[in-house]
């Protein structure tokens, strides 16, 4: 029986009237991506990078939020071409790459996701969930429509290249980093710093000129709603793990003996 997959996260932000908003999902349990799909975000971001996420455990979240009305982003820990393979075999239609900073980086990841003869992504899809077990009708021919790549931008190096990034054909978006941002900076910690405010707006102007829509992540409502009036056409405002964090130092605050003090959760 022939299945059809869900649109991209590319599609989706086509299609919107509006900026996307979506979370983070760090906790590597399907039980709590289950919980934060159903919220009414319009996006998630199972994060491998920074989280205790493997492939089975990304498997289970992408399986445990399919049944929701929101768009799975996977980011990977590195853009090699064996993790790239790896997760979209698995079933991911849409990758975040983190740490590019340049356009030479970003055509290597294009060819990475992309069959022979466009690029170098092996060919397995009859054995892999992505492809449905070749459930899926010429899923090989028309894989490029089922896969949307997006790439971060979070060095001072990749602020410099963002136009020339975005540019890249193949690269259906852009990410900016705020954090690693201002570590390359020299502003370790500080996020909201003007200069690191200024430089994620660069790149927005950057990319944005190229015509790709840009995003960035912002737990401070403050900064969140600056960079959505600056044209964010997606952000992250906040993450499975902070919420479940702050949430329970508030309890402790309110009916505990002494608590802990409440810190910023970006």
């Not at 710093?193 to 950057?206: I, K, S």
Request: hydrophobic share 50%; charged share 15%; proline share 6%.
């Amino acid at each position: 029986m022939p299945l059809r997959l869900n649109p991209t996260f590319r599609d989706a932000l086509a299609a919107a009237d509006r900026p996307l908003a979506g979370m983070w999902v760090c906790s590597g349990s399907p039980l709590v991506a289950e919980i934060c799909a159903g919220a009414g975000l319009d996006w998630l971001l199972i994060d491998m990078e920074h989280s205790p996420n493997g492939l089975e455990s990304v498997l289970a979240q992408l399986q445990a939020v399919g049944a929701y009305p929101v768009t799975p982003v996977v980011r990977v820990p590195i853009g090699d071409v064996v993790t790239l393979k790896q997760v979209l075999d698995l079933g991911a239609q849409n990758i975040l790459v983190p740490m590019v900073s340049s356009a030479a980086e970003a055509e290597e990841l294009v060819a990475a996701v992309r069959y022979p003869p466009r690029g170098r992504r092996g060919v397995g899809s009859a054995l892999a969930r992505s492809g449905r077990w070749n459930r899926v009708d010429d899923y090989l021919a028309h894989a490029d429509a089922h896969v949307s790549l997006f790439v971060q931008i979070e060095t001072v190096e990749g602020v410099a290249a963002a136009a020339a990034i975005a540019a890249v054909d193949g690269i259906d978006g852009v990410f900016v980093g705020p954090s690693d941002l201002a570590a390359s900076m020299g502003l370790l910690g500080q996020q909201t710093h003007p200069d690191v405010a200024a430089a994620v707006l660069r790149a927005f102007e950057a990319v944005r000129a190229a015509g790709k829509p840009v995003g960035v992540n912002a737990f401070d409502p403050a900064a969140a709603q600056a960079y959505l009036d600056a044209g964010a056409a997606f952000i992250l405002v906040g993450a499975d793990v902070a919420l479940l964090a702050r949430g329970s130092e508030r309890l402790a605050a309110d009916f505990g003996a002494g608590g802990t003090e409440t810190r910023a959760s970006y």
